[in-house]
């Protein structure tokens, strides 16, 4: 099935915790609003990718727990391919506690469990459906030496190998190389280059820093802002939509599935990066990380909105 968007990630259940403002440390915050909803970044990006009109397939291990069977069901709602998620004996299902103040901003904690059984050979054992892709999307919430297998077998088998370097972490340079596009926001490119990140020629000089490393492509999210976005011979702003926000935890996961179903679809660049932060600012208006996800319909009436 040529056309296909591949993630190879990480499944998790979110436990939601909506409140007036973060706790300080050693404080109790009360009155708070709970949710517990399907997530884990390379999940989000699959569930992202495939509202976003994408035919997905994903690459992941859950728990033998209850849990495990619930992420496989959710997944498979949304059309998903998941004959390569393995439910591994004897750990938990991946799990993280979200955090979420009134204007959408959040810290979390993950407790990795079966995420962390994911191994190469698991990769391997997916070769057939990562030979159909066009774009493989991988994140940084498995093991590191499965993370450089994923990159080094995508760019063997030509495939544009799109890394969300999130969370944050040290990347060896052969496997920065080898990437068809890297997408960091503003923290996770300061981590990378050690640049700081705020003004538009931080951006410039920290985002051109990333491409002389070998991507292709680098964008760098600025959230409400936008993305910008460096090839060789060009870089700039693509605007972000004004929504008013409720939860931003997967708005970098949405993105990314967004971003490469454009790029599938033979987008320009710098329109498939549009109809990312469309699908991204779409995901900010909801509670909870993949039921934030926007329809095609969504993403495409708020692009239209813009050449209105």
């Known amino acids: 099935m040529t056309g296909k968007v591949v993630v190879v990630g990480s499944s998790n259940i979110d436990l939601i915790m909506k409140m007036e403002r973060l706790p300080r440390p050693g404080e109790t915050v009360t009155e708070a609003e709970f949710a517990q909803v399907f997530g884990g970044k390379g999940a989000n990006q699959a569930v992202g990718a495939a509202r976003a009109g994408g035919k997905v397939a994903f690459v992941s291990c859950v728990g033998d727990d209850a849990y495990g069977g619930q ?58 459906v990562i030979e159909e892709a066009t774009v493989v999307i991988a994140q940084c919430e498995i093991l590191p030496e499965t993370l450089d297998h994923v990159i080094d077998l995508g760019f063997r088998l030509g495939k544009l190998v799109l890394l969300n370097l999130a969370p944050a972490r040290a990347l060896n340079d052969a496997s920065l190389g080898k990437l068809g596009a890297l997408a960091v926001n503003e923290t996770e490119a300061e981590f990378l280059t050690g640049l700081p990140v705020t003004t538009d020629a931080e951006v410039q000089a920290a985002a051109g820093a990333l491409l002389g490393k070998g991507p292709k492509i680098v964008i760098v999210t600025l959230g409400a802002r936008g993305a910008w976005v460096a090839v060789e011979g060009h870089q700039g702003l693509v605007p972000g939509f004004e929504v008013d926000p409720v939860d931003t935890t997967a708005a970098g996961d949405v993105h990314c599935g967004a971003l490469a179903v454009g790029l599938v679809e033979g987008q320009a660049l710098l329109d498939a990066v549009a109809f990312a932060n469309a699908a991204a600012a779409l995901s900010a208006t909801k509670l909870g990380a993949q039921p934030s996800a926007p329809s095609r319909g969504e993403i495409d009436a708020l692009v239209e909105s813009r050449r209105g």
């Open 71 to 128: 992420v496989i069901e959710n997944l498979e709602r949304d059309g998903i391919d998941t004959r390569h998620v393995s439910q591994e004996e004897g750990v938990a299902t991946g799990t993280a506690l979200i955090m979420i103040d009134a204007g959408g901003e959040n810290c979390i904690s993950v407790a990795p469990g079966a995420n962390y059984r994911l191994t190469p050979a698991h990769v391997d054992r997916a070769r057939d």
